[in-house]
């Protein structure tokens, strides 16, 4: 009987290690998804202050709501399934010891979404970006 409880405990241990070593890897990740796209934003709001012209404008404008949507979206990510504690506890049999973090499996497919969607965003605006520069309008 002691060896299967060391095992179920090795396996708890593990477990909690996976939960948390995943969790910092999203979160640092997202942290820099955050990043990027605040320096994109600062990047829109000098297209949007510099020029009337309206197709620029509107473009601008249209990819800072997108940036501004995935903000959001990685945001709530964040607060609602990422264990940012140092010292999440194993006593529950959830994995990082905390109801939500129950909730932990479901964080790759979602993380991957925002994700591609992120990266899609992100290359067309700085295509967008790219041509104002080429054009030497910023």
Not at 37 to 55: A, G, P, R, W
Not at 58 to 87: E, G, M, P
Request: aromatic fraction near 10%.
């Amino acid at each position: 009987m002691e060896p299967l409880k060391n095992s179920i405990a090795d396996l708890e241990m593990y477990q909690l290690e996976n939960c948390h070593s995943e969790n910092k890897r999203w979160a640092l990740t997202l942290t820099s998804y955050e990043q990027e796209i605040e320096q994109l934003m600062t990047l829109l709001d000098d297209v949007l202050e510099q020029f009337n012209h309206q197709n620029l404008r509107q473009r601008a404008f249209d990819y800072q709501q997108s940036l501004n949507r995935l903000k959001v979206w990685f945001t709530r990510l964040h607060t609602d399934l990422i264990c940012d504690r140092s010292t999440c506890v194993s006593a529950t049999p959830l994995p990082c010891g905390e109801s939500q973090f129950g909730r932990y499996k479901a964080i790759p497919s979602q993380f991957a979404g925002l994700s591609d969607e992120f990266t899609k965003i992100k290359a067309g605006c700085y295509q967008f970006l790219s041509v104002v520069v080429q054009l030497n309008l910023m």
